[in-house]
RNA sequence: UCCCCGAUAGCUCAAUCGGUAGAGCGGAUGGCUGUUAACCAUUAGGUUAUAGGUUCAAGUCCUGUUCGGGGAGCCA
């Protein structure tokens, strides 16, 4: 007999097969001296089995009353309402077979652990409530992505993972060789001569796949990359790690108010879909973690995110009451401060803020014609900030040439990026969302090491 | 990288003014007829992160280092 799962066994109206087989991990075990209570745990959905396991099994006394958490069993029974207030269904076992016993260090037990101590066994940490509940919603958002630009007609867009350019420009990167770091071959003047390197030049983990995604956009309209990203950046906070996902998808005949509808009814559909397919999940963490989740989600995906320009964003900001620790003033970058200021307090909702000074934002983007701003986006949510970066891209060769000169960016390494503007250049427009970032807002966990599962930070690559 | 705070049993935490290192959970052993992080009893478990210093005496005070947390910068 093929085993069930026990989110199917779970989910019946009403019970279609009593004979049933189980296999998972003991999450608990409750042991009298007749019969013992087991709440078994597969992984497919947050709860859990309960097994009764009477003495009359041949292997009570010698297996079953010894089971502790962490066992792996395989349960074969008789699948039953249960008279237990705590779970609709509970399975009588005729028989239990042990797969794996557990040594007596086993570390998890049935009581909350620090995320710092879970980190530690970042191999077993799965099998906790609150990790496993952050992997399945993660699958739920990552198959709600796909979907969500799939039924769109987007083509899913494999942009590389190593890139020779060192100039995607969107901050520090690790560098892949093949080079004996010891003894590296040198140029004439003293430099490590990368040309005997494996690609014969530099090369990097990438930072963006947006730059390819603007030439696939350029052949096949609409496309979307969904794939790991490295930044080198020695940044320590519970927001950023050295190796995150990443969705950039990237529209041609696009402008920046298409490209604000495509964001926020992408947040809106992704955050509905988690919510469907993973409602006990997300209980749970209202529950455990933020008791205002579900007042959030009903806000993203029911209310219209607010739109403000930039230049009124600071007007708001100076016309407030608040005092800041960083003063702002028009042309500088919005500080944490200030963008919670405006989701949190201004509008209680996601933020769309749009039409940034060309200094403080990236050289490809669409300059207005006040010569002074151009087409950036933000979206902005409550407590985790900034969600999604976008822009409409500059695509007039002129203009965009005369950028890179203000920002001494090398023409001639973008090449055949500015050859997209010398052939059918046309209108386009792209964001990127970090995709951890949304895990965190949609679960509330606190710390982004807790919503990937093997976390790479500074001085920290276990696993 | 900067500022602030912290590190005590496997885990989560106590330890008063500088004066004998403790509890709960987990483990082991035993008990218990429907439990829900079950319950009851017994028991083992410590170089107080690390290297120095002050002192009759340091978990406690001082300095360096490592790691972690909160905030900031950079950003997604």
């Given at each position: 007999?093929?085993?069930?799962?026990?989110?199917?066994?779970?989910?019946?109206?009403?019970?279609?097969?009593?004979?049933?087989?189980?296999?998972?991990?003991?999450?608990?075990?409750?042991?009298?001296?007749?019969?013992?209570?087991?709440?078994?745990?597969?992984?497919?959905?947050?709860?859990?089995?309960?097994?009764?396991?009477?003495?009359?099994?041949?292997?009570?006394?010698?297996?079953?009353?010894?089971?502790?958490?962490?066992?792996?069993?395989?349960?074969?029974?008789?699948?039953?309402?249960?008279?237990?207030?705590?779970?609709?269904?509970?399975?009588?076992?005729?028989?239990?077979?042990?797969?794996?016993?557990?040594?007596?260090?086993?570390?998890?037990?049935?009581?909350?652990?620090?995320?710092?101590?879970?980190?530690?066994?970042?191999?077993?940490?799965?099998r906790?409530?609150?990790?496993?509940?952050?992997?399945?919603?993660?699958?739920?958002?990552?198959?709600?992505?796909?979907?969500?630009?799939?039924?769109?007609?987007?083509?899913?867009?494999?942009?590389?993972?190593?890139?020779?350019?060192?100039?995607?420009?969107?901050?520090?990167?690790?560098?892949?060789?093949?080079?004996?770091?010891?003894?590296?071959?040198?140029?004439?003047?003293?430099?490590?001569?990368?040309?005997?390197?494996?690609?014969?030049?530099?090369?990097?983990?990438?930072?963006?796949?947006?730059l390819?995604?603007?030439?696939?956009?350029?052949?096949?309209?609409?496309?979307?990359?969904?794939?790991?990203?490295?930044?080198?950046?020695?940044?320590?906070?519970a927001?950023?790690?050295?190796?995150?996902?990443?969705?950039?998808?990237?529209?041609?005949?696009?402008?920046?108010?298409?490209?604000?509808?495509?964001?926020?009814?992408?947040?809106?559909?992704?955050?509905?879909?988690?919510?469907?397919?993973?409602?006990?999940?997300?209980?749970?963490?209202?529950?455990?973690?933020?008791?205002?989740?579900?007042?959030?989600?009903?806000?993203?995906?029911d209310?219209?995110?607010?739109?403000?320009?930039?230049?009124?964003?600071?007007?708001?900001?100076l016309k407030?009451?608040?005092?800041?620790?960083?003063?702002?003033?028009?042309?500088s970058?919005?500080?944490?401060?200030?963008e919670?200021?405006?989701?949190?307090?201004?509008f209680?909702?996601?933020?769309?803020?749009?039409?940034?000074?060309?200094?403080?934002?990236?050289?490809?983007?669409?300059?207005?014609?006040?010569?002074?701003?151009?087409?950036?986006?933000?979206?902005?949510?409550?407590?985790?900030?900034?969600?999604?970066?976008?822009s409409?891209?500059?695509?007039?060769?002129?203009?965009?040439?005369?950028?890179?000169?203000?920002?001494?960016?090398?023409?001639?390494?973008?090449?055949?990026?500015?050859?997209?503007?010398?052939?059918?250049?046309?209108?386009?427009?792209?964001?990127?969302?970090?995709?951890?970032?949304?895990?965190?807002?949609?679960?509330?966990?606190?710390?982004?090491?807790?919503a990937?599962?093997?976390?790479?930070?500074?001085?920290?690559?276990?696993?």
């Amino acid at each position: 007999m093929k085993h069930s799962r026990i989110k199917d066994l779970l989910q019946q109206e009403t019970i279609k097969e009593s004979q049933v087989n189980i296999k998972g991990w003991v999450k608990t075990a409750r042991h009298s001296k007749d019969f013992s209570f087991l709440d078994i745990s597969d992984g497919s959905c947050f709860s859990d089995m309960q097994v009764v396991a009477s003495q009359n099994l041949e292997n009570y006394k010698t297996d079953i009353s010894r089971l502790k958490t962490g066992c792996s069993v395989s349960v074969h029974g008789n699948l039953v309402e249960s008279p237990g207030k705590e779970q609709k269904y509970e399975i009588q076992a005729t028989q239990i077979d042990v797969l794996g016993w557990v040594d007596e260090d086993y570390p998890l037990q049935k009581k909350r652990h620090s995320f710092e101590f879970l980190r530690t066994i970042a191999h077993l940490r799965g099998r906790t409530n609150t990790l496993g509940a952050m992997l399945r919603v993660r699958n739920a958002a990552a198959r709600a992505i796909h979907n969500f630009f799939q039924e769109k007609g987007f083509i899913y867009l494999h942009a590389p993972i190593i890139t020779a350019s060192d100039c995607e420009g969107a901050g520090q990167m690790f560098r892949v060789s093949v080079l004996d770091a010891k003894n590296p071959p040198l140029t004439e003047n003293g430099n490590v001569d990368f040309s005997k390197d494996f690609f014969g030049k530099q090369a990097f983990l990438t930072v963006s796949g947006q730059l390819e995604g603007e030439t696939a956009a350029l052949a096949l309209s609409n496309i979307y990359t969904f794939g790991p990203t490295f930044r080198a950046e020695n940044s320590n906070t519970a927001r950023h790690v050295a190796e995150f996902w990443m969705i950039e998808p990237e529209m041609a005949f696009c402008d920046l108010s298409g490209n604000m509808e495509m964001a926020e009814s992408f947040l809106k559909y992704i955050a509905k879909s988690v919510w469907q397919s993973c409602p006990d999940d997300l209980q749970f963490f209202q529950k455990m973690i933020n008791p205002d989740l579900f007042k959030n989600l009903e806000n993203i995906i029911d209310q219209p995110f607010a739109r403000v320009t930039y230049t009124e964003a600071i007007d708001i900001l100076l016309k407030s009451q608040k005092t800041f620790e960083y003063p702002i003033a028009w042309g500088s970058d919005m500080q944490s401060e200030h963008e919670r200021y405006l989701t949190e307090e201004v509008f209680k909702k996601p933020v769309i803020v749009t039409d940034y000074p060309k200094e403080i934002k990236a050289f490809y983007m669409y300059l207005n014609d006040d010569g002074k701003t151009v087409r950036g986006m933000d979206v902005l949510v409550p407590k985790t900030g900034e969600v999604i970066g976008g822009s409409q891209r500059e695509d007039r060769i002129d203009v965009l040439r005369k950028r890179m000169e203000e920002m001494h960016l090398s023409q001639e390494a973008y090449w055949w990026y500015l050859d997209l503007r010398r052939y059918g250049s046309v209108p386009h427009s792209g964001f990127g969302m970090g995709f951890e970032r949304f895990i965190l807002f949609i679960t509330g966990i606190q710390n982004i090491r807790e919503a990937i599962p093997f976390p790479r930070v500074p001085g920290y690559a276990e696993f």
